[in-house]
């Protein structure tokens, strides 16, 4: 039997994470379905009602505690009594990510798995201490950041362990250092994106990393899983931003990176970009930083079709003209945007597929790079539609999740996948995946565009919208599974920029091969020989 005590040892209730614990974000962000969503859904899907609701925070059960009077009164020996609870108010909003597939699970009223016991530690001698103590105890380790993932990397599992614990990270919440010489910053993992920006901000300087879960997620966990943002075209990916790390494991702490560029070696920092939490815990990440840009100049494009919308962006990137965003839609995504985006200005008709397009850096830097890719894109075939599409898409940009939150409570499931490959696979992979879905959920509307772009290839995120309908959970699993197997058979690759997770873990040995599973296997026996951190994650 559990504990009666549902608190730590002063019974004081920890700072709730900040998204909504059945929902993405701020509840205050979200909205009601427009009219023109609410026919696409009668008229595409026959989605015409309201899913059941589910139960309210304070009826959730989740099945108890298993950690002893003796566990908790070591954690809080550690940690500090205010800094521990037990309590299913603090356990409940640390019970998993933010995927569609947890949200349902949120509905549930049969009992839910959720960590039994929530820390707060405050020094990477805490984390130690933590560590070993879990070690000894049997007991897993769970590090949580802003509660984001949407592929399972955040499922509390016990595995053969005692108990599980969250080891939230909100307190690592500092800027370390500042070095506008050589451009670089040092930040703590627990700092959310805006609060990063927003620091950095006070010395003239930006990080630039915006991806959509940008309002919440954590400098530590851009780092753990290898995360891209939408500005990647120009500042690149959070892990080419990554000068150096601070990692706790259980076999000692590892401060990594020392110059902007090394022979000694194979360079260590890339075991823990991408690492989940399975191998050490990110306490702070040593980042390429760069001045406020003083102009931002935006177009928006339409093509008359996907295939010559990328092989307009492939020409972009290749020719090196510098945009700092670089997307396009496909003719599906562009029909739905123009029904959900909230309209800015005069805009002209969109047809075909949207591109958009922003340029950041000097006035003379922009207007150069400006000018061109939008010679590069008018010779491709694009005809431009001005700024205003452009600036409607920045302004709604991080507010896609609300609307599927909206979508499943009127009864349409609303889910995510993304994946990478060459340009020249690139068509090939669009289909197979798009295939695959709608074989699996048949009906189902699968929307795609192109988010990342790269000299030889190029990222496709897909979103797929079908009725809920009975047993939406195996119905996704199966459509997932589906989808991962046509993403391997056509050459990408399981993730781009979401991570493995639990979801993606049965591809990991397809992606990197079984002598590569091995190594990541030699890797967490040496740095977790006890197996304790987010087990079930990553490695096969």
Request: hydrophobic share 45%.
């Given at each position: ?150 592929v399972g ?31 670089e ?11 990063a ?29 290898r ?20 990692v ?113 850096g ?7 790079r ?13 005809t ?56 699996a ?5 699968v ?13 496709l ?22 989808a ?24 990991m ?29 990553l490695?096969?």
């Open positions: 039997m559990a504990p009666e005590k549902q608190a730590g040892p002063a019974g004081a209730a920890l700072p709730l994470p900040p998204m909504k614990w059945d929902a993405w974000g701020d509840p205050d962000l979200a909205k009601e379905l427009s009219a023109d969503i609410k026919a696409l859904l009668a008229a595409a899907l026959g989605v015409t009602g309201d899913a059941a609701p589910g139960p309210a925070a304070d009826e959730v059960v989740l099945r108890p505690s298993a950690l002893t009077e003796a566990d908790l009164d070591a954690l809080a020996a550690i940690v500090g009594e205010a800094h521990l609870s037990a309590a299913d108010a603090d356990r409940l909003p640390r019970a998993g990510g933010k995927s569609t597939p947890d949200l349902l699970r949120r509905r549930s009223r049969e009992p839910q798995d959720a960590p039994d016991a929530v820390v707060l530690p405050g020094s990477e001698d805490e984390i130690a201490a933590l560590l070993a103590l879990c070690a000894e105890r049997r007991i897993a380790v769970v590090p949580f950041g802003g509660g984001t993932s949407v990397g955040l499922d509390p599992e016990r595995g053969a362990f005692a108990a599980v614990v969250s080891l939230d990270l909100r307190r690592f919440d500092r800027l370390l250092d500042v070095d506008a010489v050589s451009g910053a040092v930040l703590g993992a627990g700092l959310t994106g805006p609060a920006e927003e620091l950095l901000a006070e010395h003239g300087l930006e990080l630039g990393h915006y991806p959509q879960s940008f309002r919440f997620a954590t400098i530590g966990g851009f780092a753990a899983t995360s891209s943002g939408q500005d990647s075209a120009g500042h690149g990916r959070f892990d080419e931003m990554v000068r150096g790390l601070r706790v494991t259980p076999a000692g702490v590892l401060d990594l990176g020392r110059a902007p560029a090394s022979a000694a070696g194979p360079d260590l920092r890339e075991l823990f970009l991408g690492s989940e939490g399975t191998l050490g815990v990110i306490t702070a990440v040593r980042v390429r930083v760069h001045p406020v840009p003083a102009v931002k100049a935006y177009e928006a494009w339409s093509f008359p079709d996907f295939a010559t919308g990328a092989a307009a962006l492939r020409t972009v990137e290749q020719q090196e003209t510098g945009p700092t965003v670089i997307r396009l839609s496909d003719e599906a995504e562009t029909m739905v945007n123009l029904a959900m985006t909230e309209k800015i200005g005069g805009e002209p008709a969109v047809t075909g597929c949207l591109g958009v397009t922003v340029f950041e000097t006035a003379d830097q922009v207007a150069d400006h000018r061109s890719t939008r010679a590069a894109l008018l010779a491709a075939g694009a431009s539609l001005g700024e205003a599409p452009a600036r409607a898409w920045e302004h709604g940009r991080f507010n896609a999740p609300y609307l599927r939150d909206s979508l499943l409570a009127a009864g349409a499931l609303c889910e995510t996948l993304e994946t990478a490959t060459d340009w020249r696979r690139l068509a090939d992979l669009r289909l197979a995946v798009t295939t695959a879905l709608t074989t959920l048949p009906g189902a509307l929307l795609c565009h192109i988010s990342h772009v790269y000299p030889t290839g190029a990222s995120y897909f979103t797929v919208v079908a009725a809920l309908g009975e047993d939406p959970l195996p119905r996704w699993g199966a459509a997932k599974r589906a991962c197997d046509a993403i391997v058979a056509t050459g990408g690759t399981i993730t781009h920029h979401h991570a493995v997770g639990a979801d993606h873990r049965p591809w040995t397809d992606e990197i091969g079984d002598l590569g599973v091995r190594i990541l296997r030699a890797v967490k026996a040496e740095l977790d020989p006890a197996g304790i951190l987010n087990p079930g994650k490695i096969p």
